[in-house]
């Protein structure tokens, strides 16, 4: 395992911001770390860092303990904080070459070529990183967490205030990293977690409500809720469709459109209802769930 973390807690006086988490994430795997502000992903990350430490509970990466905060635990690790901390009066070649100087790189110019390369900053190297984008200085900020080439990748909140072109960017960037190492990603944009993770893991409160395989989301919720699409050729009797399918709600969304909420698939109640009613249904499509309508479930008040 890559990480592994015991019955973590952390208190910071008498408030408890992790509440006895345990989770476990597979060397090479690619995790969205979710939870709504306040949930204690950040406090989580900077644990499993080593930069912060926990009240009570276990935390090992690639079989090291965050309690040993040596060098050869740190280069287990690349670490992009949330607010991305830089020398803004440095150029950006010039502070990827003291950041391998710190970790006593053997061929620093070569390996910040390299990074240079990967993150895409080749025409900006010679610039000053307080002139920089957000978008460039996150791209600095994932080279400087890359360059001692780490087992394990940590990234809390790395395209917060990027536009679409430049989340774009960071995350085809993140699934090229993610092909070769241990990813754990926090972010509030949940179709940045379906494109690029296979597994969702989600704080609410400091404790771990879900850990779970992103490519199934339909477990994920309890129950076995289901919301249908229906549109008829002309109005129904509302009383009866109510009846005939048992809906919890129903809702007329466009002319003769309706989304139906239940606690189970419908599809073939409302087709019976329509045969029954001499209706003709011109659209009938269940409504998968997804991660954001999951989370919103499991974190809403």
Do not use: W
Request: aromatic share 6%; charged share 25%.
């Amino acid at each position: 395992m890559s990480i592994v973390v015991k019955n973590v807690v952390k208190e910071f006086g008498q408030q408890k911001a992790l509440k006895d988490v345990s989770f476990s994430i597979s060397s090479g795997e690619i995790v969205g770390f979710l939870g709504p502000n306040g949930a204690g992903k950040s406090t989580m990350m900077k644990i499993i860092s080593g930069l912060l430490p926990q009240s009570a509970g276990e935390v090992e990466v690639c079989g090291i303990s965050n309690n040993d905060y040596n060098e050869a635990f740190r280069r287990k690790i690349g670490y992009l904080p949330e607010h991305n901390p830089l020398y803004l009066d440095m150029y950006v070649k010039e502070y990827l070459l003291m950041v391998a100087e710190l970790y006593k790189l053997g061929n620093k110019r070569a390996r910040v070529d390299e990074m240079i390369e990967l993150t895409g900053l080749g025409l900006e190297q010679h610039k000053k990183i307080g002139v920089l984008s957000k978008g460039y200085r996150q791209r600095v900020g994932l080279a400087q967490a890359l360059i001692h080439d780490p087992e394990v990748l940590i990234l809390d909140e790395p395209t917060t205030g990027l536009d679409p072109n430049q989340i774009l960017e960071i995350r085809n960037l993140v699934r090229t990293v993610g092909q070769e190492k241990t990813v754990m990603l926090s972010t509030h944009i949940m179709q940045e977690v379906e494109a690029i993770c296979e597994r969702v893991i989600i704080l609410n409160r400091g404790e771990l409500l879900i850990d779970h395989p992103s490519t199934d989301l339909s477990q994920l919720e309890a129950g076995n809720s289901s919301t249908v699409f229906v549109e008829f050729d002309r109005q129904p009797t509302l009383d009866e469709l109510r009846n005939a399918i048992e809906a919890g709600e129903i809702k007329n969304v466009s002319g003769y459109g309706y989304e139906i909420n239940a606690q189970a698939d419908i599809r073939k109640a409302v087709f019976d209802f329509a045969v029954a009613q001499g209706l003709t249904i011109l659209t009938l499509t269940r409504q998968e769930r997804n991660l954001e309508s999951v989370f919103h479930g499991l974190t809403k008040e």
